[in-house]
């Protein structure tokens, strides 16, 4: 009866054991994700429109995951401020002009905000800064300019079709000349005296206009 309740608590502090280490590992692997563990600077912009985005979601610079949105909040009437922890490693290559916009992890990822590293000859960044933001284009401006093009589009291919009707009907002075049969006549002739002419010079007879 010893013995088995012995196996019995072996089975359950091994199991306890597992239990606790595939604990600990998914901790630093959540832990290495969100760079938890890592020494990192706070930084910060100021958005009028955020388009979903969440507080986890990540960090890019030049391609890279670099950090994640700690923390969204209004700020003032109606804008928001993001509050970015980026790797302490990245620092060096970003600088306070850089710029920060908001994309997508692919055509229909998650939000990211991107950083722009700015010029050299800008200090670096440094914690607590806050970048400018650039606008994000709303759905509704690019409505309104493929709308606009599509306006122009139906004016250019307009004005095409009046300039096609106006020759047809022999206004102008294409028209005039596609119309006129006389001269129609005078230009086939004169390729066709043209074509002897280069003909007879190509036989080395006698060279001049016919």
């Known amino acids: 009866m010893a013995k088995t309740e012995n196996r019995k608590a072996i089975t359950v502090g091994i199991f306890l054991a597992l239990g606790l280490a595939v604990f600990v590992l998914g901790v630093f692997t959540l832990g290495g994700q969100q760079k938890s563990f890592e020494k990192n600077i706070h930084i910060s912009a100021v958005f009028d429109d955020v388009a979903g ?15 994640t949105i700690s923390s969204i ?6 804008q928001v401020n993001v509050r970015m922890s ?36 800008a200090p670096l960044v440094q914690d607590g800064d806050v970048l400018q933001a650039e606008k994000l ?15 122009n589009l139906l004016a250019i ?9 106006k020759i047809l009907q022999g206004k102008g002075t294409v ?3 596609l119309a006129d049969s006389t001269m129609g006549v005078q230009l086939q002739l004169h390729a066709q005296l043209r074509g002897c ?3 007879r010079g190509s036989f080395g007879n006698a060279i001049g206009p016919v």
């Open 53 to 67: 985005l969440k507080k986890g979601n990540n960090v890019w610079f030049s391609g890279v995951k670099v950090g």
């Open 73 to 78: 909040h209004f700020v003032g009437s109606s």
């Open 86 to 121: 980026v790797d302490q490693n990245t620092q060096q290559y970003i600088h306070r002009n850089a710029g920060v916009r908001i994309s997508s992890d692919g055509l229909i990822g998650n939000k990211i905000i991107v950083i722009d590293g700015g010029s050299p000859q």
């Open 137 to 151: 284009l709303s759905t509704d401006d690019m409505m309104k300019t493929l709308q606009q093009n599509n306006q």
């Open 157 to 165: 291919t307009t004005d095409f079709k009046l300039l096609s009707h």
């Open 175 to 177: 028209g005039t000349l």
């Open 197 to 199: 002419y280069l003909k």
